[in-house]
C-alpha cells in the first residue's frame, strides 16, 4: 500500500531570519575568505587562464576574451564557471574580485545553514557548531582556495543547496522569482559535470517519490527541475566532457579517496544503512523522503561514486560531503534540551576555533604571498632560472592555517612551476628558486627514479641523506649541468604512496 503522505515537507519560504550569532560567524568567514583571496597569488590554473586572457597583476587582457571562453567550453571541460569566472572576476579591481570570492564564500555556509534548517532562534547553536565544523573538516586543501578550485566546486555546492532549499520552499514563483530559479536551476547544472549529473540524478529520484506518495509537484519545482537538466546538458554535452572522461588517469586508490576525501559519506551511509535494519529506522527514513534528506543522500552517493571513478582526492568530494553533512543533520533527533551555558560554550569555542584560523591564516598568506612576487622578480631577471632565495615552505605554517596558505610552489610542485614559466619566461628557462634546503650537486647519484612532469621535461627522484628528494637539473652559467636536490615536501593532498 502506497503511503497517504500529500506534500513534501517545506522549509520555510520567508521571514527566515538568521540569529545574531550565526550571521556574524558567516560573516566573520566572508571577510576572511576576501582577505585570503586578496593575498593569495595566482598559481597554477588562475595563473594560466590570466596569462592566455594577457593579464599581469590586473591590467586589462591583450588577447581575445571570446577567444579564452570558446577554448575553455569547447576544450578543456564544458564547464560554464570555469571559463566566466575569469573571464569575469578576475577583469575587476582587485579587492572588487577579493569580495566577490569572500561574499561567495559567506553564501556557501549560509546555504548550508538554510538547507539543514538551522540558524534561526531555536538552533543557532547548532548552527554555529555546524559553520565550525565544516569550515576544519572539509577537505578545504587540495588548491580549494585557488579561484578554478572555487568556481568549480565551491560555488557549484552553492547553488546545488540552495536549489534543494528552493525545492522545498517556493510553490508558486512569478516574475524575477521565477527568473531567478531558472537561473538557480541551469546554474546548479553548469558548473562541474559530476556536480550537474548529481543533482540531476537526485531530482530524477525526487520526483519519482514524489508520484509513489501522491505528491503533485508545483509548476515552479517543475520549471526548476527542467532548469537543472537543461543546465546539465549544456556543460555534458560538449566534445571537452566526453574528451576529458576518456582520458581519465589514476590518480589515488580507493581506501585513499574514503579516507582524505569522502569520510562524511561514507558515514552517512553507514547511518542510513543502520537505519534499514529496523522498523522504526525505515519508518524515519519514510518520513524523511519528503525533506531535502532525500536530494542531499542521493545527490551526495551519486557525487561520491563519482569521485571514486575520478580517483581525484580533494576536491572531488566536496559536494558529497556538504550534502552529507546536510543528511546527517536531519537524521538526528532535533528537539533535545539545552541549557543555556552549554549554547553559550558551543558558541563561543565556534567563534574561537574559526577567527583563530583567520588570524593565523591571513598574516601567513600576505607573508608567503609577498614572497611569491619577490620570486617572480627573481626568476625574471635570473639568466637560467637559477636563482638563490629562501622562501618559506607550506611545512612552516603553523597548523591553525590548515595548509590554505599557498606561496612559492615547492620542488615537486611540477605543474605549478610550469605553469610559472609560461606565464613568466619567453624563453622558457626552468624555475628553480634555490634555499638553503637545497643541495647542489655536480653528478646525478646511482639510485634515481626518472619522472616526467606536465611540460615532457624530465625530472628525477633519488634517496639523499635518508631522505627522499626530488631532482632538478639545468644548465649552470659556465655552460656544466648543475643537479639542485630539494626534499619531497608531502602535502594533504598528495598521495599517501611514494611519488
Known sequence: MKPT???????????????????????????????????????????GKWNYLGLDEYRHPGKSTLSFLACQYFSINGRVLDALGPATINLLPHIFASIVMGCMTGLYFWGMCRCARLGAKGTATAACLLLAVTLYTMPWWDYMWLRVCQFNYLWATAFDLLFITTFHSTVNARGWRLVSCIALGILSGCCHEALGVSMSAAATVAVIVARYRGV?????????ILALFAGTLVTIATPAFLHRTATAATDGNISELVITTLPVTTLLLI??????????????????????????????????????????????????????????????????????ATAVTVISISVVLIAAHYTVAIPWQKKMGDEYYMAIEEYKNSKNGIFPFDYTGRKEVPPLALDRVKGVPDADDLFLRDVIVAAYSHDSKPFIPVNSRAIELDNLPPDITLLTDFAGDTIMTASLSGSQMIITNATHGLGKTLYIAEPISIDPGDHWHPL
Not at 538568521?18 to 595563473?47: K, Y
Not at 503533485?216 to 526548476?224: D, E, G
Not at 547511518?271 to 542531499?296: D, E, H, N, Y
Request: with cysteine; aromatic share 10%.
Open 216 to 224: 503533485k509537484l508545483s509548476k515552479t519545482q517543475k520549471i526548476l
Open 271 to 340: 547511518i542510513t544503512i543502520a537505519f534499514t535494519a529496523t522498523v522504526q529506522g525505515r519508518k524515519k527514513l519514510l518520513t524523511l523522503t519528503s525533506s531535502p534528506w532525500l536530494m542531499c543522500t542521493v545527490a551526495a552517493f551519486v557525487s561520491a561514486t563519482i569521485a571514486l571513478y575520478s580517483t581525484i582526492p580533494g576536491r572531488t568530494g566536496w559536494q558529497a560531503e556538504s550534502l552529507s553533512i546536510v543528511a546527517i543533520i536531519y537524521m538526528i533527533p532535533k528537539r533535545f534540551p539545552i541549557h543555556r
Open 5 to 47: 503522505a500529500r506534500k513534501y515537507s517545506r522549509l520555510p519560504g520567508s521571514g527566515y531570519p538568521l540569529a545574531l550569532p550565526v550571521a556574524l560567524l558567516i560573516a566573520l568567514i566572508a571577510i576572511g575568505q576576501g582577505c585570503l583571496d586578496f593575498f593569495t597569488p595566482a598559481m597554477g590554473d588562475d595563473l
